[in-house]
């Protein structure tokens, strides 16, 4: 069965910083991965998607993400945090071969400082 | 397109009192999903649909709970007799494609329910 672990459930970083999510995942066949960002009292909004393709992965919002295999792994980034990124940030695996739901992780409530 | 449509956007009731929740999908699309947000749980698919057919609903949480998908453009969550501890935010998603197609899915506003 899939599994996501999201390291730390908040995490600060100050405007202008970098800002680091980490994900690690469990999957018995070749995952699919996805980072979903969530506003206050709105819904679960695509960041972006791993399919197997190229190993770093772009976003909307000047996010991307870089799938490691070896280290089961698919971290989220951006070079600089603006105030707009404070959200919720989660991240999710689907396993291919049959039509399983997401698996997502805890959540990471991401804080920008100004 | 106006994405996932889901109704009401809060829903305070009382306690054993049923409630329906209620989405519609994008259209073409051919999988639907519920998921329940919790604090302490997070995010759990409750149930998910495939050409308007339940697939998989062992996530839902017990017999008190039931979804249905009559057609393509609409399906329905009910609690009956609804619990506090039912409290939670309900999301509904749509996507395109099984498992070998790895679309992300589209969410709804969801609802949140409170059971005082």
């Known amino acids: 069965a899939q599994s996501v672990t999201q390291l730390g459930s908040h995490v600060s970083v100050s405007e202008g910083a970098l800002v680091l999510l980490r994900c690690n995942y469990s999957s018995s066949v070749p995952p699919y991965l996805f980072w979903y960002v969530q506003y206050p009292n709105q819904g679960l909004q695509l960041l972006l998607k791993y399919t197997s393709a190229a190993t770093l992965v772009k976003g909307i919002n000047g996010f991307e993400a870089e799938f490691k295999k070896s280290e089961t792994s698919f971290h989220l980034t951006k070079p600089s945090a603006h105030m707009s990124d404070a959200a919720e940030y989660f991240c999710a695996v689907r396993s291919g071969g049959g039509a399983d739901g997401l698996t997502f992780g805890k959540g990471t409530h991401l804080i920008i400082q100004p | 397109d106006a994405g996932v449509i889901q109704s009401p956007r809060h829903e305070v009731t009382e306690m054993g009192q049923e409630v329906t929740l209620r989405c519609k999908p994008i259209s073409g699309h051919d999988y639907l999903f519920w998921y329940r947000q919790t604090m302490m749980r997070g995010l759990e698919l409750l149930i998910y649909f495939n050409n308007n057919v339940p697939i998989d609903d062992s996530g839902m949480p017990e017999d008190r709970f039931s979804a249905k998908m009559p057609n393509a453009s609409f399906s329905t969550l009910k609690i009956q007799p609804s619990e506090p501890r039912d409290s939670a935010v309900y999301f509904c998603?749509?996507?395109?494609?099984?498992?070998?197609?790895?679309?992300?899915?589209?969410f709804g506003s969801g609802t949140r329910l409170t059971v005082v």
């Open positions: 998603a749509s996507s395109r494609g099984g498992g070998t197609v790895a679309n992300g899915y589209t």
